[in-house]
């Protein structure tokens, strides 16, 4: 396990970016908390709120953000487009089997989240890998939420992206 990937090309390309943000609608969340002030309930709520199905996985809850809490990915019943980790980088191997078992597209591991050997065995299924960057954060930053404030977010495009419809 590394603590950084600068020689990987997993999580820095701006157009792949977009599109996963635009083409998957589904992110179960893994870890996600009930408490509002963790950074998971803040990312899942706001994904909710920009159109996004957001399914929670954490054993100790039976709900969070008004949908169902399921105990681990192989629980869902139904496709996954993106598997969003809120977990520590050594609890990630497990996650990304489960994560290629249930046929997920996309392997997001949040902030300060870095796993090398797990996402190259991600990749090698056929997922695509997101490492050290946050959902939320990403989203605003590509599709508007973040200019309306003034912050640069070092996009620079003579258009504005199409926002995603809800």
């Known amino acids: ?6 020689e990987l ?12 943000l635009a083409e998957c609608r589904t992110i179960a969340v893994v870890g996600l908390s009930q408490n509002w002030s963790r950074p998971s309930n803040f990312a899942a ?3 909710q ?3 996004y199905r957001v399914i929670p ?5 039976e709900e969070v ?15 996954v487009d993106i598997v969003d980790c809120f977990r520590a980088a050594s609890e990630i191997p497990a996650i990304a089997d489960d994560a290629i078992a249930i046929g997920a597209k996309v392997l997001w591991l949040q902030l300060g989240i870095v796993n090398v050997e797990a996402a190259r065995k991600a990749r090698a299924a056929g997922l695509e890998i997101v490492m050290d960057r946050c959902v939320k954060i990403e989203h605003a930053r590509l599709f508007g ?10 996009v620079i495009s003579a258009k504005r992206p199409k926002y995603i419809a809800n």
């Open 9 to 20: 090309e997993f999580d820095s390309d701006i157009p792949l970016l977009r599109r996963i």
């Open 49 to 51: 709120e920009h159109g």
């Open 45 to 47: 709520k706001y994904m």
């Open 57 to 61: 996985v954490n054993p100790m809850y």
């Open 65 to 79: 953000l008004g949908e169902r809490c399921y105990p681990n990915l192989r629980a869902i019943p139904g496709p």
């Open 145 to 154: 939420g973040l200019n309306f404030v003034g912050v640069n977010t070092k």
């Open 1 to 6: 396990m590394s603590t950084s990937a600068p």
